[in-house]
């Protein structure tokens, strides 16, 4: 039977309300969706967009009326995206749903708003008091953050033994996969020592999960620009970044438009479109509509779900 | 008129001499290549490799004799890759080459023969006394590297406006292009100020040298994990790096065997092979041999050849 999945419609003023028109039936193949909007703001949106709603769409009641103003930073576009993503939440929290897809918010909005999150993860981690984990990529690889947004030189200090073991066993958990690449911090991996010592330290915490998973699940620390060469990407489908652009970049290099982003290590199911809102193409016409990001991200809901129900 | 083109075999024990010979013909339609090695050790190889010699090679005398040993770290082997490097050098120095393109040698060969350089670049560094810039890529991008072989959380210390700014009006010296990128450091390009405050310093010295060229040759600062998606590298053919891995895990995550190394801004032009020796399939049978980064290293030579004499 296919889940019930919950998705929240982000920004309105942006691209994720023409995702979900142009895209139902597709997704509806994949799941059942609940669309986390009212039909006034539906209504207002299919109009402007010039799109026919579809007749056996299903929606979920987010409260709230505003006159939808494409590609602008408003308050109350703000704040919608922001109802419509804890509806998400709450659905999947009362077992409603089995997962959340969310579309893009736009963070100034969120600002305008009052709401004082840098972005989705930002306050899944504050609702439920988890270190969720950032992962994202497609099926060919994806790739989890140990550290997210910080300054690259703080990057280094938060090298910690005990603290990425508990990242790797945590990861560990919520991933089907015995075959996990870690990378090193350094250029070369330090080259034993010479450009830095930080890999002691994660050829430590790898030993450690190692241990206790007694199993090899965790494979490094590889060598980081070595590590997305064809040769070794094809040898993994999950990796883990120790920063931000180490990982993204080359996963972005490669497969930007497919990649999703997945939240990791809650108690609900989360995954995400890997883009922003658009305010440079939406509501607009003649042309191209690249949805591969959002029916991925619906794809991989559907495959976690099935991951957590075995 | 084809120019002369210096090639210094690089560690014989590798894979070197056995690129040399079996692409001879290929490289004698971009150049006059002169091989730096003598008769009797090419006479070694060419027998161990079962290769004929190509008729019309010419040869420049780098003295040395030893017995060849496939894929061993030796000293002998180390001496005689330095001895071929520096004869290149030198043919360039008194004009009988245009440059010298380089084959892959064996850092630990070298240390064995008490040659105190981590590489060509290092070395070439220190004989010119100036600061080589080392570029890495292949005609569709090529990254330079503001800063190489250091710690990461070294790597912000040394965003210096000044610095930077000499390094960016050196590159463009040696460079034509009137369209460089030029990355930030930090995630998001540091979301104004929020993670990090390097992008100050790099925006500065981007702007300083556009003022100094009255020209606005420099971009950015881009953000580092945007940089590299298709739609932004249609627009760049370089782009500086700010560290080590930032340029390189997206350049090898794309064109990872297309790949070559250039050392800029010395008196002589120098191309390289993007690979080591290569010591787990030299001299050894039925496998294929990846020729492309060394054919664009002689092409990139002859590239750079012909920019100079403009």
Chains 1, 2 share one sequence.
Request: hydrophobic residues 40%.
């Amino acid at each position: 039977m296919q889940p019930k999945i919950a998705i929240s419609v982000g920004d309105l003023n942006g691209i994720g309300i023409e995702l979900i028109l142009k895209n139902h039936k597709k997704i509806s193949k994949l799941c059942k969706p609940v669309y986390c909007i009212n039909k006034d703001m539906l209504i207002s949106c299919a109009n402007l967009l010039n799109i026919k709603i579809p007749k056996n769409i299903k929606l979920y009641n987010t409260k709230g009326k505003f006159k939808v103003e494409p590609s602008k930073e408003k308050k109350a576009s703000g704040k919608y995206s922001y109802n419509s993503f804890i509806d998400g939440i709450n659905l999947c929290k009362s077992n409603k749903t089995k997962a959340v897809v969310t579309l893009p918010i736009n963070k100034k909005s969120w600002e305008k708003a009052g709401i004082n999150y840098v972005g989705h993860t930002d306050a899944l981690r504050d609702i439920f008091k988890k270190d969720a984990i950032m992962m994202l990529g497609c099926q060919k690889l994806f790739v989890a953050l140990y550290t997210e947004h910080i300054a690259l030189k703080d990057v280094a200090k938060q090298i910690k033994t005990k603290k990425l073991t508990k990242f790797l066993l945590d990861f560990y958990a919520n991933i089907n996969s015995d075959n996990i690449a870690v990378l090193a911090l350094n250029p070369h991996a330090s080259d034993n020592g010479v450009l830095g010592n930080e890999e002691i330290k994660i050829n430590k915490a790898i030993k450690k999960a190692n241990k206790i998973l007694k199993k090899e699940v965790f494979k490094g620390a590889l060598v980081p620009d070595i590590a997305f060469t064809p040769n070794v990407r094809k040898q993994y489908n999950y990796m883990i970044a120790m920063y931000h652009d180490q990982g993204l970049a080359p996963l972005k290099a490669l497969y930007f438009d497919k990649s999703i982003n997945v939240s990791l290590n809650l108690p609900i199911i989360r995954t995400s479109v890997d883009h922003g809102t658009a305010f440079d193409i939406a509501y607009k016409q003649n042309r191209k509509l690249n949805s591969k990001s959002y029916i991925n991200a619906v794809k991989e809901a559907v495959e976690l779900i099935k991951n957590r129900s075995k």
